[in-house]
T-cell receptor
Framework: AQSVTQPDIHITVSEGASLELRCNYS??????LFWYVQSPGQGLQLLLKYFSGDTLVQGIKGFEAEFKRSQSSFNLRKPSVHWSDAAEYFCAVLSNDYKLSFGAGTTVTVRA | DGGITQSPKYLFRKEGQNVTLSCEQN?????MYWYRQDPGQGLRLIYYSQIVNDFQKGDIAEGYSVSREKKESFPLTVTSAQKNPTAFYLC???????????FGNGTRLTVT
């Protein structure tokens, strides 16, 4: 069965600093991978997705993620964080029976 | 505007009562999903439906029931058999099984 691990429960970063959120997946075949962001009390918004092709994918709000098959990772990055990036971030993997499995999430706090 | 509507945003029930959460989408999506979110556990799949009049159990279906009589509607019933029903419930839809999910804004259910 597929699974996703987000090792960092909480990350604090200064505004303007870079951000990297880690995601490791377990899946036998070529994975479909996603990053979502959630503001408090809201639903989830898709940041970016990886299906195949270029291993560096660009998303909305200035985020990017790199797929590394050798490391089973799909880390999310942003070069310069804004206060509005404070939220919870979820990595997810899609199985071949179309079930999307989520990691436990990483909460990002942005300090001024 | 197209989207997913979950109602109500907050719901309170007494223990032992069944309660139905509404989810409506006007995106013309075939697939719909119900997730449960608890702090520190990410999102867990309750039920999903790839097409009208058909649905499958997710990872934590016990104590829940669904119906999919119309393409745009996928109501979730939390029954009295669900041992820990208090949670944030998210409904989602997608064009097809391997497409990104679009989420509603959730319903927070509190059972006392």
């Amino acid at each position: 069965a597929q699974s996703v691990t987000q090792p960092d429960i909480h990350i604090t970063v200064s505004e303007g600093a870079s951000l990297e959120l880690r995601c490791n997946y377990s899946y036998g075949a070529t994975p479909y991978l996603f990053w979502y962001v959630q503001s408090p009390g809201q639903g989830l918004q898709l940041l970016l997705k990886y299906f195949s092709g270029d291993t560096l994918v660009q998303g909305i709000k200035g985020f990017e993620a790199e797929f590394k098959r050798s490391q089973s990772s799909f880390n999310l990055r942003k070069p310069s964080v804004h206060w509005s990036d404070a939220a919870e971030y979820f990595c997810a993997v899609l199985s071949n029976d179309y079930k999307l499995s989520f990691g436990a999430g990483t909460t990002v706090t942005v300090r001024a | 505007d197209g989207g997913i509507t979950q109602s109500p945003k907050y719901l309170f029930r007494k223990e032992g009562q069944n309660v139905t959460l509404s989810c409506e989408q006007n995106l013309n999506h075939d697939a719909m999903y119900w997730y449960r979110q608890d702090p520190g556990q990410g999102l867990r799949l309750i039920y999903y439906s790839q097409i009208v009049n058909d649905f499958q159990k997710g990872d934590i279906a016990e104590g829940y029931s669904v119906s999919r009589e119309k393409k745009e509607s996928f109501p979730l019933t939390v029954t009295s058999a669900q041992k820990n029903p208090t949670a944030f419930y998210l409904c989602a839809s997608s064009i097809a099984g391997n497409s990104p999910l679009h989420f509603g804004n959730g319903t927070r259910l509190t059972v006392t």
